[in-house]
Structures are given as structure tokens and as C-alpha cells.
């Protein structure tokens, strides 16, 4: 399985954890969160990044004759093994966190229409996929509108977790993929024909995935960035490239699942 790793880049003050533990002062220009994504193409709607509360994350350090310079790099241990296979990184890593020791914390991402975006919890990420770092894209993705829906209605929520409403009360779901027959904003759409009521609504969830993955993939077009007016399928490798070529990601491999259990 192939991963686009989205670099995440965290914007000062960084977590003391964090800063305390960087082997030298001048890497603190340079921590990722990175996310793995399989949408290269909707990194113009990111309107914030979804860490897990209780989730175990490391930090380590990029290997400089893969990434030119040496970075920092935030993900789950099980990514970080794939990582270091993949030559991405070095052995080894410079501090533990969870979720919540970086959650509240500002971010610049490559495309995206808002200057600035926040971690925010995410309660349904998934420890045995990607890097346990995801990126949010509320207009074509129904798990992240979903959540981001919880997020805006719960106060409580956003107490629970130190998430200042201005980290999240402003990012709206931006158009960025048109697929006929769900307009301008799919994921927004599928929800509301489906009636999902909040991110814990798992197989309705799954429903609206399927809903819009392979009709977004072959009829969606783009309607922002320089490849306007393109189908989503004809396109998505340039995309892909063009980050790759400007530093904003990295190509990140992941093993074939491995199949325990087959239920149907
Ligand atoms: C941006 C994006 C935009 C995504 C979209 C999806 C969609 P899959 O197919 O099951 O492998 N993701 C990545 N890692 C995790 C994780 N550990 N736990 C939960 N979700 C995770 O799913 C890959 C997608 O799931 C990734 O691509 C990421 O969200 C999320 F418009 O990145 B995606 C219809 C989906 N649309």
C-alpha cells in the first residue's frame, strides 16, 4: 500500500516535552506531524489535522540523504519501524508523547486555503494504519466532516481537550472536488443523505465512503489549484509529484495488511 506522508509542519510554541528533547536548537523550525494519506489531490481543503488523545507517538529524527536536510518527524512507533525500513529516517527516537501532549497545537500545510490549522482529537483513529497522524479534509472525507461536526457542536468537547474555539469554530468544509450527482461538497452531502449523527456512526460511515470513493476517483474534477477543470483520476500523480518536487511529502510504503481474520 502506497501512502502520500503529508508534512504537517508545527509552528512555535512547541509542546516543552517536545522542545525539550530536540538534540540541537535548530530543529525546532523543522517538526512534522506527518499524515498518511491516500488523496494527494484534496490537500486544498485541509482545515485541521486529527490526533488520537491516548495514542502513543514518537518523535525522530529524518535520514538527510533521503529528505536533504535533517527534520523531525512526529507518527507511531509501527509507522516509524516502516519508516526507518524505507531509509525515511534514523534508528531510533527522541521522545515519547501522546496524543494529548500535542493536541491544540498550530500547523502549516502544504495547499490548504487556511494559513493556519490545529490538532484537534480525533477518538476512531486507528493504531494499525497510516501514521496515526491524519489530516482533515471535512468537504470529501465523511469521517473527518463528522468529527469536525462533533467537535464545533460539543463545548464540552473541546474543553475536555484545551481546544480553544478559535482552533476550530472558524474552518469550514471547502469546495474543492466536484462529483456529479454530490455537488461541490461530497462528504457534506453523503452525511446528511445517510444521517450520520456523529463520527461513532462506524457503518454508516463506511456506506458513505463507498458512496464516494470510486465515483470521486473516475468523475470527480478539480476546482481549485493548477490542475482546475482536470478529473481527480488523471491527475492525481501530477499533484503527487509537484509535492514530492517542493518537499511537502514524501512517498511512505506500507506492508500489505495483514489478513487475521476473513469475515465475508
Ligand atoms: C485525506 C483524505 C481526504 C482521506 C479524503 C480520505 C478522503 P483507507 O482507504 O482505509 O486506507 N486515515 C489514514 N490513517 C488513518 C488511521 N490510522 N485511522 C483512521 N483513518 C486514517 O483510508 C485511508 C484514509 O483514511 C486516508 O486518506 C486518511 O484520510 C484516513 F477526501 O486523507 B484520507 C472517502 C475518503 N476521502
Same mark, same amino acid.
Given at each position: 500500500q502506497e501512502y502520500t506522508l503529508v508534512k504537517m509542519k508545527l509552528i512555535e510554541p512547541i509542546p516543552p516535552k517536545l522542545s525539550k528533547a #530536540?538534540?540541537?536548537?535548530?530543529l525546532k523550525q523543522k517538526i512534522y506531524l506527518v499524515a498518511a494519506t #491516500?488523496?494527494?489531490? *484534496?490537500?486544498?481543503?485541509? *482545515?485541521n489535522c486529527w490526533l488520537r488523545p491516548d495514542l502513543k507517538y514518537i518523535a525522530v529524527i529524518s535520514d538527510a540523504t533521503t529528505t536533504k536536510e535533517e527534520e523531525v518527524y512526529i507518527c507511531t512507533e509501527r509507522a516509524a519501524r516502516n519508516m526507518f525500513y524505507q531509509g525515511i529516517i534514523k534508528e531510533g527516537h527522541i521522545v515519547e508523547l501522546i496524543g494529548n501532549d500535542l493536541l491544540g497545537c498550530k500547523l502549516k500545510v502544504p495547499?490548504?486555503? !487556511?494559513e493556519f490549522v490545529y490538532t484537534l482529537p480525533m477518538? *476512531?483513529? =486507528?493504531?494499525? =494504519?497510516? *501514521? /496515526?497522524v491524519v489530516t482533515s479534509v471535512p468537504s470529501d472525507s465523511p469521517d473527518d466532516f463528522a468529527a469536525l461536526r462533533d467537535i464545533k457542536k460539543k463545548a464540552a468537547l473541546r474543553e475536555k481537550y484545551g481546544i480553544k474555539d478559535e482552533m476550530v469554530l472558524p474552518f469550514e468544509p471547502v469546495p474543492i472536488i466536484e462529483i456529479p450527482g454530490f455537488g461541490d461538497l461530497s462528504a457534506v452531502t453523503v452525511c446528511e443523505q445517510l444521517k450520520i449523527q456523529s463520527q461513532n456512526d462506524a457503518d454508516k460511515l463506511k456506506e458513505a465512503k463507498e458512496r464516494v470513493y470510486l465515483k470521486g476517483f473516475y468523475e470527480g474534477v478539480m476546482?481549485? /489549484?493548477? !490542475? =482546475? /477543470?482536470?478529473k481527480v483520476c488523471d491527475i492525481k500523480k501530477s499533484i503527487q509529484k509537484d509535492l514530492i518536487d517542493s518537499g511537502d511529502v514524501l512517498i511512505y510504503m506500507e506492508p500489505e495488511k495483514q489478513v487475521i481474520s476473513r469475515s465475508g
Open positions: #530536540l538534540p540541537k536548537p535548530n #491516500l488523496r494527494p489531490e *484534496t490537500m486544498y481543503g485541509q *482545515t495547499l490548504a486555503k !487556511y477518538l *476512531t483513529i =486507528k493504531d494499525n =494504519k497510516g *501514521t /496515526g476546482l481549485v /489549484g493548477s !490542475y =482546475k /477543470g482536470s
